[in-house]
């Protein structure tokens, strides 16, 4: 769903039904289908076009990549468990806030990091070159967070935290995926 074209009663209804909301889990006193739902379904959520095209043009770049070479059912699990993976780390963070998270980046960061890892054309995993990009994307995305260098999107408001889980859990999802099928 794309917010900018869609009424204002329509936008909050899916805000509040789709987003994820950090402090409404800070209760389980009552668990709702909202609380069940809500770290799949803030992923279909985009606040303009800008923000859909450039996950859209993410998610055929990455995801392509990792379907023709290992399997949907691999694109698939990365997808799900890095946005799952990068909303998790968002709440540990920011569990008492009531601002909604919306967009797909988490997930596309854990595709985007399979695929540079992949790249690295590694005969075995080495640890060290897999830690150097990780602490380079992570020193990125905080820089970002920090400077607005990117104004124009208010690259200050983006959950940066949501991009950093997705982008850890994409490693961890290629090295156990090299691990167990030793490829």
Not at 5 to 12: A, M, N, R, T
Not at 31 to 58: A, C, G, K, Q, R
Not at 158 to 167: E, L, N
């Amino acid at each position: 769903f794309i917010l900018k074209f869609i009424g204002y009663d329509k936008k909050i209804d899916l805000i509040i039904n789709f987003s994820f909301t950090p402090n409404l889990y800070s209760s389980f006193e009552k668990i709702s289908l909202y609380h069940l739902m809500s770290p799949f379904t803030y992923t279909l959520i985009h606040i303009d076009t800008t923000h859909f095209f450039i996950n859209f043009v993410s998610l055929l770049a990455f995801g392509s990549a990792i379907e023709r070479k290992y399997h949907t059912s691999i694109y698939l699990i990365t997808l799900i468990v890095s946005s799952v993976s990068g909303i998790f780390l968002h709440y540990l963070f920011y569990y008492n806030s009531d601002i909604p998270v919306i967009g797909a980046s988490g997930g596309i960061c854990g595709l985007m990091s399979f695929v540079i890892i992949d790249n690295l054309n590694m005969k075995e995993i080495h640890y060290g070159k897999i830690i150097k990009i990780l602490i380079l994307f992570i020193s990125l995305f905080f820089l970002i967070s920090i400077v607005d260098i990117l104004p124009s999107i208010k690259s200050q408001t983006i959950a940066w935290v949501v991009h950093t889980g997705g982008f850890i859990s994409g490693i961890i999802i290629f090295i156990t995926y090299k691990i167990i099928y030793k490829k």
